[in-house]
């Protein structure tokens, strides 16, 4: 039967640390551990020898200031842990130092690695769980697409730092990343339920995008990509925003591609974070010409409420699709939005508890959100949340 421990460790004196890693020695090694850590505490693990008898496979990623989980912790510098302990699962994990250029085929390669790794070579996953660094990410999903299909959710969370500066970071038990990824294919032998959304409201202001390259929108509706965006900000009673860095001005008042569904309209949020001289805009996700680009707005009580209501609802997923109760969870709260409301931020947390009914989970404040909507395919997005439960076996709620 799997079992999932979850464990959070203050790394901020390393020998500390290494006898707080020690002291986990459990009578079976995880499978996977899938962690986040401020970047001394996933640079710390990475020194640390045990790590590698703790667990076969690790996934940890640094996160913006500090991780979170169900335990109320103090200070910045943690390292929250989930372990898998699951002797009828199947689990493979890969990396590879990575950059524009070769993404899609290292992509590609590592997931054929971790299935060969997990056994299971040409079969398709339950679940992908993946940690690239920033500006990867596209690049990334579009290697397992080209493999996989989307017949596999992909979910996970890009690698932060506390100031953009580059100085994120991976560990897969093996070395530590900086520029690439990590990816890891679970077979486990429990149920996962997920939801992936953000915490934004959309308006009635949108326009096509006539021109873009990549992360730069360069016009929409034939006119300058800022002068539209500003135009709208001043439409609901915001200042326009000068050429230079927009990202915290940006927060608020990000751009989404709106994904029809079932019975309500999901919305991909890409955040501005520069505006040029030129008038076009640096997003911190793709956009493509054609694409329809709308408007979003949000404030703190959004996205408070909407990171418990986000994990509310994978967490009744998992009891409507599979009769399951929960054992554990993983929590993606984007950085942009963690920054934006410093105050309130232990509000999040507490509401994500409830939620979830205080099963242990464990969370990431991170610089990008990888998931999937009820439409079937694995996306890139800012400002988003996700929720990942996993259940138990032949129990019900």
């Known amino acids: 039967m799997m079992k999932v421990i979850r464990h959070c460790l203050d790394a901020t004196d390393q020998a500390c640390f290494c006898d707080q890693l020690v002291a986990l020695e459990q009578p079976e090694t995880a499978c996977l551990s899938i962690a986040f850590g401020s970047v001394k505490a996933i640079s710390e693990l990475s020194r640390c020898h045990y790590a590698t008898l703790l667990s076969a496979r690790w996934v940890a990623?640094?996160?913006?200031?500090?991780?979170?989980?169900?335990?109320?912790?103090?200070?910045?510098?943690?390292?929250?842990?989930?372990?898998?302990?699951?002797?009828?699962?199947?689990?493979?994990?890969?990396s590879r130092h990575s950059?524009?250029?070769?993404?899609?085929?290292?992509?590609?390669?590592?997931l054929q690695e971790a299935l060969l790794a997990a056994n299971k070579p040409g079969e398709l996953p339950t679940f992908i769980w993946c940690s690239p660094s920033p500006g990867l990410e596209e690049g990334l999903l579009t290697g397992i697409r080209e493999l996989v299909g989307d017949d596999v959710p992909v979910f996970g969370g890009s690698s932060a730092d506390n100031d953009v500066s580059g100085n994120w970071c991976m560990f897969d038990g093996q070395q530590l990343v900086h520029t690439g990824f990590i990816i890891a294919v679970l077979f486990p032998s429990v149920p996962i339920s997920y939801y992936f959304s953000c915490g934004y409201e959309q308006?009635?202001?949108?326009?096509?995008?006539?021109?873009?390259?990549?992360?730069?929108?360069i016009s929409l509706d034939n006119q300058p990509a800022a002068d539209v965006y500003n135009a709208w900000r001043e439409?609901?009673?915001?200042?326009?925003?000068?050429a230079g860095p927009v990202l915290a001005a940006s927060t608020f008042s990000p751009l989404g591609r709106i994904v029809p569904q079932h019975d309500v309209n999901?919305?991909?949020?890409?955040?501005?974070?520069?505006?040029?001289?030129?008038?076009?805009?640096?997003?911190?996700?793709?956009?493509?010409?054609?694409?329809?680009?709308?408007?979003?707005?949000?404030?703190?009580?959004?996205?408070?409420?909407?990171?418990?209501?986000v994990s509310g609802i994978a967490r009744q997923q998992l009891s409507n699709l599979y009769d399951s109760k929960p054992q554990a969870a993983i929590v993606i709260f984007c950085a942009g939005?963690?920054?934006?409301?410093?105050?309130?931020?232990?509000?999040?947390?507490?509401g994500i508890r409830q939620k979830l009914e205080n099963i242990p989970f464990i969370g990431g404040y991170t610089f990008g959100e990888q998931g999937r909507f009820a439409d079937g395919i694995n996306r890139h997005g800012n400002l988003m949340i996700s929720a990942i439960i996993f259940g138990s076996v032949n129990e019900s709620v």
């Open 266 to 309: 999901m919305a991909l949020l890409s955040h501005p974070a520069l505006i040029r001289a030129d008038g076009s805009i640096d997003l911190f996700s793709q956009v493509h010409t054609g694409e329809s680009i709308t408007f979003m707005q949000g404030d703190t009580e959004l996205l408070v409420q909407r990171a418990a209501t």
């Open 61 to 94: 990623t640094s996160s913006c200031q500090d991780a979170f989980s169900d335990q109320a912790i103090e200070g910045n510098h943690h390292l929250a842990i989930l372990q898998f302990v699951d002797p009828t699962g199947a689990y493979g994990v890969a």
């Open 235 to 242: 439409l609901k009673g915001q200042p326009s925003l000068p």
């Open 99 to 110: 950059d524009n250029k070769t993404i899609v085929d290292d992509s590609k390669a590592a």
């Open 203 to 217: 308006t009635p202001l949108s326009a096509v995008v006539t021109s873009a390259c990549e992360r730069q929108l």
């Open 337 to 350: 939005c963690m920054l934006a409301i410093p105050e309130d931020i232990k509000r999040v947390q507490q």
